[in-house]
């Protein structure tokens, strides 16, 4: 049971405030999704000391919930005393799936983390270190938590598509939104020192963020992609660190090819921090894009983040026009040969990096590009085939395709004149005849050729066809008996 006493607005005696003894214990806190087990190092609570205020890391069953006066009613000098018993009981854990237990300790809880939001979104009382250590010990404590196992998991199978999936909803979130607008606020604020910060918000809170990630809530990872995008922008410190741990995460999704729902979150975070890359560009971000970011194309889950993954494999050719090479060899290898829908995003974003790709670049894997292209035209599948055949409204890539044409109409003619003369879909029947004549307008002597080329192949395949009728009729005969 737990007690609610009233506290007076008066009478508040200053208290002195004293480091607390023990380690950081905001670096000690880990979280382990991949068991979905939470180990939680908590501090022992000290022994009780005369005028200093101490915070247990873990108040796991809290005894007291003291209903305490609002920071702007008490004197300056009181704040800093009132503001660590606030922190103190925004530590209570309470069962938030359970809404009618412990209602009105809940309600307290909440009021207070509210008010520690203005306070730390106003700057109106600049916090100490004690203030901030204790106050990043509270959220780790709200935050870092046992996340419940994914629907995946219960069912055995997995939901590509996002729209189908029943969205889950963290009970708790009422509360947990506060902790991390809280968070938000003291990441991003003017009078937060990143020197003394740095200390709170370390490599180890840093980690459990990104295991946070993994929370099939959408409201709980735009938060915290917004906070770690923060932090990166911030802490100058973090930044390498971050980078890596992000690549570890996907290097742990492509190989184990686990579900991670918060892949196209990270992958948002990614296309910033590209989008910040210095020219030339180090080695080992072309290391990451070659092993990281292009086998992410492999798994079956690409079009719950295909969108950020284009965007940041386009910023890449961007910055350095002679990774396109690169980019589109690895598209190939990865390209989809039964999945119709997942061929469509790979040839939206194939147009993408073509935009950002220089003739030489080109040259040197038009060849195969334009053999899977071929493939693409010819596909039963229309909505294929007709993104396929989009490519030439695009100007750039027309452009490339016709500084390059003695090479490329010859490989593709076939699957055009396939088309014109055999494809179930109107639509690609005629869309063929656009490209055909685009070929026949940019070049005709090349066009004709082409054309007598195919006409003799056909020829000659036509004459083999009746060769081998000929020659299983002669089989035929002598294999039948007599009459």
Known sequence: ?????????????????????????????????????????????????????????????????EVLPMLKDVPMA???????????????????????????????????????????????????????????????????????PQSHENSGTENLD????????????????????????????????????????????????????????????????????RVYGKFMVHRPFIRKAINNIFYRFIFETERHPGISELLEILG??????????????????????????????????????????????????????????????????????????FLGELEEVLDATQPAEFQRCMVPLFRRIGCCINSPHFQVAERALFLWNNERVVSLIALNRPVILPIIFESLERNVQGHWNQTINELTANVRRMFMEMDPELFEDCQTQYMDKEATLNEKSKQRELTWKKLESIASPPE
């Open 1 to 65: 049971m737990f007690k609610i006493i009233k506290g007076k607005k008066k009478g508040l005696k200053q208290e002195a405030i004293e480091p607390p003894p023990g380690p950081n214990v905001s670096s000690d806190v880990t979280v382990n999704h991949a068991s979905r087990a939470a180990v939680v190092s908590e501090q022992q609570p000290s022994s009780a000391r005369s005028q200093a205020v101490t915070i247990s890391s873990a108040p796991s069953q809290p005894g007291v919930v």
């Open 162 to 229: 996002p729209e189908e999936d029943d969205m889950y909803l963290d009970p708790s979130w009422p509360h947990l939104q506060l902790v991390y607008e809280l968070l938000l606020k003291y990441v991003v604020s003017s009078d937060t020192d990143t020197k003394v910060a740095k200390r709170y918000i370390n490599h180890s809170f840093v980690l459990n963020l990104l295991d946070l990630f993994d929370t099939e809530d959408p409201r709980e990872r735009e938060y915290l992609k917004t906070i770690l995008h």
């Open 272 to 345: 910033s921090i590209i989008n910040g890359f210095a020219i030339p560009m180090k080695e080992e971000h072309k290391l990451f894009l070659s092993r990281a970011l292009i086998p992410l194309h492999k798994p079956k889950s690409i079009n719950l983040y295909h969108q950020q993954l284009s965007y940041c494999i386009t910023q890449f050719v961007e910055k350095d026009y002679k990774l396109a090479d690169i980019v589109i060899k690895g598209l190939l290898k990865y390209w989809p040969v039964t999945n119709c829908a997942k061929e469509i995003l």
């Open 78 to 148: 009181e704040r800093h005393v009132l503001f660590l018993k606030k922190v103190h009981i925004c530590s209570y854990m309470f069962d938030l799936s359970a809404p009618l237990k412990n209602v009105t300790e809940k309600e307290i809880k909440r009021q207070n983390l509210m008010e520690l939001i203005d306070l730390v979104q106003s700057g109106s009382s600049k916090m100490n270190e004690i203030m901030q250590d204790e106050m990043v010990k509270m959220i780790s404590l709200n935050i870092f938590r046992c996340l419940p």
